[in-house]
């Protein structure tokens, strides 16, 4: 069921309508079985290397690079992160668990808040603060009471948008694909009751996080480097586990 207790993962989108980022969780009914984390390099970065070639090991074979040549190793920045995989959405079971909210939401329009919630991440904000939040601001004539952020936020800007899966793995994100299969309907307004959602992030890098002012871009870049660190820590972790074997093979 999905009220199990148990940790679930999670998308929070802020928007700075407000004089306090409001945020916008949607948390998943039902853990994805299976999840593709994909790596892409770099772009290499083309350009001549200006730093002296060390000469080659005693023995070597390898030529050294002509001057001007451009270092075919270089890249512009950190390798592209993505991740893609697929929500179940069940209005029966989301009935079924009890919270009157809930279910009184399910039953009024299956899965479709749900789904209305995962399709507004893909809106672009305005300067007046828009996403989820504020749309609804601008419908009531609510405006932020801030200054707003020092740097002028494109009117086409995509929301800051986190993804939660589990505590050492929080990031931020862009949503590339969202594709929904709806399977079922219900017999009064004909609003979807199951439905699959494949889902494509893109984890957004240091460079492009730039462009996120403010608290949310603070926000933004420490779970960046949160995660980044952890993952270099497992990584030196990992050391420990073929160090034995590996020593024997080295030829010093």
């Given at each position: 069921?999905?009220?199990?207790?148990?940790?679930?993962?999670?998308?929070?989108?802020?928007?700075?309508?407000?004089?306090?980022?409001?945020?916008?969780?949607?948390?998943?009914?039902?853990?994805?079985?299976?999840?593709?984390?994909?790596?892409?390099?770099?772009?290499?970065?083309?350009?001549?290397?200006?730093?002296?070639?060390?000469?080659?090991?005693?023995?070597?074979?390898?030529?050294?690079?002509?001057?001007?040549?451009?270092?075919?190793?270089?890249?512009?920045?950190?390798?592209?992160?993505?991740?893609?995989?697929?929500?179940?959405?069940?209005?029966?079971?989301?009935?079924?668990?009890?919270?009157?909210?809930?279910?009184?939401?399910?039953?009024?329009?299956?899965?479709?808040?749900?789904?209305?919630?995962?399709?507004?991440?893909?809106?672009?904000?305005?300067?007046?603060?828009?996403?989820?939040?504020?749309?609804?601001?601008?419908?009531?004539?609510?405006?932020?009471?801030?200054?707003?952020?020092?740097?002028?936020?494109?009117?086409?800007?995509?929301?800051?948008?986190?993804?939660?899966?589990?505590?050492?793995?929080?990031?931020?994100?862009?949503?590339?694909?969202?594709?929904?299969?709806?399977k079922l309907y219900d017999n009064i307004l004909l609003n979807p009751t199951h439905a699959e959602v494949s889902v494509g992030l893109k984890v957004l890098t240091p460079q492009e996080l730039q462009y996120v002012d403010?608290?949310?871009?603070?926000?933004?870049?420490?779970?960046y480097t949160i995660a980044k660190t952890l993952r270099e820590a497992l990584a030196l972790a990992n050391l420990a586990n073929g160090v034995g074997d590996i020593i024997g093979m080295l030829p010093v």
């Amino acid at each position: 069921m999905s009220g199990s207790k148990y940790l679930r993962g999670a998308f929070v989108s802020f928007t700075e309508t407000f004089p306090l980022p409001i945020p916008n969780v949607i948390i998943f009914q039902y853990n994805p079985e299976t999840m593709t984390h994909t790596w892409t390099p770099a772009a290499t970065g083309g350009a001549p290397s200006t730093t002296p070639h060390p000469a080659s090991p005693a023995g070597g074979t390898g030529a050294q690079p002509a001057d001007g040549a451009s270092n075919p190793l270089a890249v512009t920045g950190p390798p592209g992160e993505a991740f893609s995989f697929t929500l179940m959405l069940d209005g029966n079971d989301q009935i079924a668990d009890g919270n009157p909210v809930s279910a009184g939401l399910a039953t009024a329009s299956g899965v479709y808040t749900r789904l209305a919630a995962l399709e507004m991440l893909l809106f672009p904000t305005d300067n007046s603060g828009g996403g989820l939040i504020g749309s609804i601001s601008s419908a009531l004539g609510i405006t932020g009471g801030s200054s707003g952020p020092s740097t002028p936020i494109p009117a086409a800007q995509l929301p800051t948008v986190l993804f939660i899966w589990g505590p050492g793995r929080i990031l931020p994100v862009k949503v590339t694909t969202l594709t929904t299969t709806e399977k079922l309907y219900d017999n009064i307004l004909l609003n979807p009751t199951h439905a699959e959602v494949s889902v494509g992030l893109k984890v957004l890098t240091p460079q492009e996080l730039q462009y996120v002012d403010g608290p949310l871009g603070t926000l933004a870049n420490a779970a960046y480097t949160i995660a980044k660190t952890l993952r270099e820590a497992l990584a030196l972790a990992n050391l420990a586990n073929g160090v034995g074997d590996i020593i024997g093979m080295l030829p010093v």
